[in-house]
């Protein structure tokens, strides 16, 4: 097969700004204006392979959000996804709607079965990307967070989740919230324990703690990893992602090959 | 002076949005087409699309489009470029949807990734960034300044297994080598998706406008 392993972004709004995430605890960093004319997202867009953009604001302002995703969507030409508290049917309608090639389910992947399997059988498995986000405590037990808030659940039975999740959804998102914008690289101990590559039937992108590109590299020279993402705008501001990309690429690592844009 | 446009055919498909930025960052003047007669102001045809062979051919098959498509691309000889779903509407029929009829301007059909022997879950789709591979004899004008080997990205699960074998000049590797770019005359088409594989795409679709 030679499908290739991508670099993935993923922009978290809530309310109106794009925030930065530490451990799942967010700061406002700026609005849209900033991010294309200060923060020069537009330019930054050319190096990665996909682009992911989250409500992360509990699920309020859902149509402000779909406005404003669809202004980024429309300046990026990658597979775009979309998601954050999504939990009717009619909400990941509007989500295509509003330019999505692909939609996140995160707390309804875990509390709403039949919504999700709804969907697949309405827009394809391979529309629907399933998120879950896992943090150990200090005292050793895993949870999940769940709209917002930490839900403690059983090792066993995380397994059984990751595994099960992958069978309905296209893709996977696994995310460590232990290290989440620390830039302390990807959560090994983590993803050690819970996934199991020959039950997980999806391809999975890891994410959570990437602070440069050889982070990335590591993570994508692991046969079980089809993607590496990154939310930590500041990590790779500026020339950045341009820079992490040609890191990666040198690495040896097979991601898509573009033209310059000024050779178009 | 006369605007010479890209008309996209809009029978309901997704992505048209992409599509239209697209096209629209490269400065291509364009139409979104809902009805077949806005065909009679194009010097140009896309047809995109997402979702069953079945239901696009359902969606084309109101209002006349089959006849108007052919008409303009048969007659009036406009370049036409289909593009993942689209391309597969070109044939002549899919394992999709048994006892629809594609445009037939393309002899071949579309078969399942999934019906090949010990297809697994994973690869019974193919998604994600792939290359598509020149064959080395002929010249491609939609590939046109981009190289022997580049990267576009595919959604899709059907993949088109064609009779002429002289018109597709591209192949792609999933399992088994697919015809991912075909070009013969003023007939085109892509089974990935261009406004998605960032620079590339651009470029192929600045090609195909190179038309106008």
């Known amino acids: 097969m030679t499908r290739k392993k991508r670099l993935v972004f993923v922009l978290l709004w809530a309310q109106g700004w794009f925030v930065l995430s530490r451990n799942f605890q967010l700061q406002r960093v700026g609005d849209i204006t900033w991010l294309f004319n200060n923060y020069n997202f537009g330019e930054a867009s050319k190096y990665i392979d996909e682009l992911i953009m989250l409500n992360v604001g509990g699920g309020a302002d859902f149509k402000i959000f779909l406005t404003e995703a669809e202004k980024v969507g429309s300046q990026c030409f990658i597979p775009f996804t979309i998601g954050g508290g999504i939990r009717e049917l009619s909400s990941i309608r509007e989500c295509f709607l509003f330019g999505a090639d692909k939609v996140v389910l995160n707390t309804a992947l875990k509390t709403l079965p039949d919504l999700v399997k709804h969907a697949a059988d309405i827009y394809g498995r391979q529309a629907l990307v399933g998120s879950i986000d896992i943090g150990i405590a200090r005292n050793g037990g895993y949870y999940l967070m769940l709209e917002g808030k930490k839900s403690y659940i059983p090792f066993s039975e995380l397994i059984e989740y990751t595994i099960q999740a992958s069978s309905a959804v296209g893709e996977l998102i696994v995310c460590s919230v232990n290290r989440d914008g620390t830039g302390m690289g990807l959560d090994w101990d983590l993803w050690n324990q819970i996934v199991s590559p020959e039950k997980i039937v999806c391809p999975v992108i890891f994410l959570g703690g990437v602070g440069n590109s050889a982070h990335i590299s590591e993570g994508l020279l692991r046969e079980d990893i089809d993607a590496v993402a990154t939310a930590n705008l500041f990590n790779f501001i500026g020339d950045g992602l341009q820079l992490a990309r040609y890191e990666v690429a040198k690495d040896g690592i097979p991601i898509p090959k573009f033209l310059p844009y000024d050779a178009i | ?212």
């Open chain 2, 1 to 212: 002076m006369i605007t010479r446009r890209v008309v996209i055919v809009d029978y309901g498909a997704a992505n048209v949005k992409s599509l239209s930025s697209a096209l629209g960052y490269l400065g291509i003047s364009h139409l979104l087409a809902s009805h077949p007669r806005e065909l009679d102001e194009a010097d140009a045809i896309i047809i995109p699309g997402v979702g069953s062979f079945g239901n696009a051919v359902d969606n084309l098959s109101r209002d006349n489009w089959f006849e108007e498509i052919r008409n303009a691309v048969l007659v009036r000889q406009l370049p036409l470029l289909g593009i993942c779903l689209g391309m597969q509407l070109l044939v002549e029929c899919s394992d999709e949807s048994p006892g629809k009829a594609g445009l037939s301007l393309i002899s071949g059909k579309a078969k399942a990734f999934g019906a090949i022997q010990e297809c697994s879950q994973v690869k019974a789709l193919h998604v994600g960034f792939n290359s598509v591979k020149l064959d080395g004899y002929k010249d491609s004008t939609l590939m046109y300044g981009l190289t022997d080997e580049n990267d576009f990205y595919f959604t899709h699960s059907f993949y088109l297994d064609l009779n002429d074998f002289g018109g597709c000049i591209g192949r792609t590797n999933h399992g088994l080598e697919f015809c991912s770019l075909y070009e013969r005359e003023n007939i085109f088409g892509v089974q990935f998706h261009p406004e998605k594989s960032q620079s590339n795409g651009l470029r192929l679709l600045k090609n195909f406008a190179s038309f106008l």
